[in-house]
């Protein structure tokens, strides 16, 4: 039962970062705003105590997704860079 729990983490993980790679890249937002709200759902909801031993996992979860979302936004721009370099470097040839 815990790899199953583990690839649907990690799924969740890789699709956080492929959603994040868009244009559009506000999309990569949904998964850690759902991940908020799911968090405050439990706290208020199941009365799971604010303590170090539940907060720490919840945060790592929060970490993860959200690194997933500036990764993937930074390689979109490394992407559209390149791409951009590379018809700069085009117009160049034919115009000398």
Known sequence: ???ILWAAGIATLIVQ??????????FGAILPTAYMIFIIWLVVNWE???T???IVP???GLVLLLSGWINGKEAYKKKQKKEMDKMKGKDLSYTC
């Open 1 to 3: 039962m815990h790899y």
């Open 17 to 26: 970062y492929f959603i994040s790679k868009q244009r559009i890249t506000i």
């Open 48 to 50: 799971v105590p604010a």
């Open 52 to 54: 170090t031993e539940n």
């Open 58 to 60: 919840l945060s790592l």
